[in-house]
């Protein structure tokens, strides 16, 4: 082992501890740029690397055993032992908002990333040192052992490769706009923004991560004005509640609950909206999550102070009101502004063997829903049918909402048929009609197409206008029958399965 070292590192953490180390062991020590400036002013005695950017090509010949290989300054290169090298932080440049895509060639890391790649080609010969939290066991390991296992050698290159990697999805990802997660070869970057105290279950480990480079949006960018930290569950839940919530023009509550709406109401206030949601299931509003498209002012703060709720996420908070959630222990209080919607965003989710990617149901209808009936919806029908079918569009397939007014009282959803939905959702409403009276007219809306055995049980529970998405084989039996119940239908022509 011939005892050299070079250094070049953006990330100055802990260098010249390192650099001190490595010498006291009788390393020479060789470093370039602003790093060696650095190891000078502090008393270690460094070889200075010079080379014009933006590729040090001696040290390159070096690292691949050809020789004579000599900086511009005339300095004779060893094959290096260590190579401590780290990468400019292009995630956190490109995330800025006024960083301008002219701008990345400034920003882009040729020389160190080169070196990086040539080191931990070389690892069964190169101890490859790519992030500072490495630097005290390779020193522990030259000082008790004499040197490093393969083993570790091998874990420091890929670290060294995961770190080339995510630079370079980085920058690929910021160019496409992650446009080309559809493509045939995709490149996925994450960055951790949290560790999460558990996942689904308390034996679950879990963190929460965004795409490298991005700019913080939606949880990404929320901020915590309140509260302990989060699980895996509650992250679930304020995506749905939230994104439900902005899918309305009306100021409204959501309340969410593994990972599905339990009460939504659309209130003339706040503080309204609150009450109804609490009204729609009181069982499953149980430490839940709600969510507000507006400012949430004092007399809403109230309510949920009196409430087992476990999170609230709202566009703003008034000073008043923030004081009133603070004060009670245990609720997490999260703001976040309406997200800007990206035409690229995706959904990803693991299977056995690799991942499934889809472009996200950023769609509410895909034209004017066409009423199929003899019978229109009234006015206020159609608008117990806007909020139902916004509703079922973030419950669990086959899914079935039931609306009165205001109120979307009754959600059945994750049944494996949508005639078990609707007699799920009718059971549900016949606890509700004491907790809603004189709400208004009964309609339902249901995520996937309806047979006419499903229509059927819902006019029954006297359901007296639906909208589906249409397109099965029973459609004209069920316009029929609507006509002879006098009911009204509507065909969304869209269906929003959600697994």
């Not at 009936?373 to 049918?385: A, D, H, I, V, W």
Request: charged share 20%; aromatic share 8%.
């Amino acid at each position: 082992m011939d005892k050299t070292a070079y250094i070049s590192v953006y990330d100055k953490t802990g260098v010249e501890e390192f650099a001190r180390g490595l010498e006291a062991l009788g390393f020479g020590i060789y470093s370039s740029g602003s790093t060696y400036k650095l190891l000078k002013e502090a008393g270690i005695d460094a070889e200075e690397v010079r080379y014009s950017p933006p590729v040090p090509y001696a040290l390159l010949k070096a690292l691949s055993g050809r020789f004579p290989a000599v900086s511009e300054n005339g300095v004779e290169l060893p094959r290096f032992y260590v190579v401590a090298a780290n990468l400019y932080p292009i995630a956190s440049i490109v995330g800025q908002e006024e960083f301008a895509a002219e701008e990345l060639t400034n920003y882009l890391d040729q020389a160190n990333s080169s070196v990086l790649r040539a080191a931990a080609r070389d690892f069964a010969n190169v101890v490859t040192v790519s992030s500072p939290v490495d630097y005290g066991p390779v020193l522990r390991a030259f000082k008790e052992a004499g040197g490093l296992e393969p083993e570790i050698k091998k874990q420091l290159a890929a670290r060294a490769w995961q770190a080339l990697a995510a630079y370079d999805a980085t920058v690929a990802q910021y160019l496409s706009e992650t446009g080309s997660l559809l493509g045939d070869e995709v490149v996925l970057s994450l960055r951790k923004v949290a560790d999460l105290e558990y996942g689904e279950n308390r034996h679950q480990r879990a963190a929460f991560y965004a795409l490298s480079g991005a700019r913080p949006r939606g949880l990404n960018a929320a901020r915590l004005l309140s509260g302990p930290g989060f699980n895996f569950n509650h992250y679930l839940d304020l995506d749905t509640a939230f994104e439900l919530a902005l899918e309305f023009p009306d100021p409204v509550c959501v309340i969410a609950k593994h990972d599905r709406p339990a009460g939504v109401c659309a209130g003339t206030t706040q503080a309204e909206g609150l009450r109804g949601a609490l009204r729609c299931d009181p069982a499953g509003a149980v430490g839940g999550t709600a969510a507000f498209n507006r400012q949430v002012d004092s007399e809403t703060a109230v309510v949920l102070a009196g409430t087992f709720i476990e999170s609230v996420i709202a566009t703003d908070y008034t000073p008043e009101a923030l004081k009133v959630l603070r004060e009670k222990e245990g609720l997490r209080v999260l703001a976040l502004a309406p997200p800007v919607l990206s035409p690229h965003e995706v959904n990803i989710r693991s299977v056995s063997g690799g991942v499934l990617i889809e472009a996200k149901d950023n769609r509410l209808f895909s034209a004017e829903p066409a009423c199929v009936t003899r019978r229109k919806p009234g006015e206020g029908e159609l608008f117990s049918l806007s909020l139902a079918w916004r509703t079922v569009k973030y419950a669990k397939t086959y899914s079935v909402a039931l609306a009165e007014g205001r109120y979307v009282a009754a959600i059945s959803a994750a049944e494996s048929s949508t005639y078990d939905a609707v007699r799920g959702a009718a059971w549900k409403m016949r606890d509700k009609r004491h907790i809603l009276p004189g709400a208004g007219p009964l309609v339902l809306a249901a995520d996937a197409a309806l047979p006419l055995k499903t229509l059927q049980a819902a006019l029954a529970a006297g359901v007296t206008a639906v909208i589906q998405p249409g397109g099965w084989q029973d459609d004209e039996d069920c316009i029929r029958l609507c006509d002879e119940k006098g009911a009204a239908m509507l065909f969304a022509g869209i269906r929003h399965f959600r697994h």
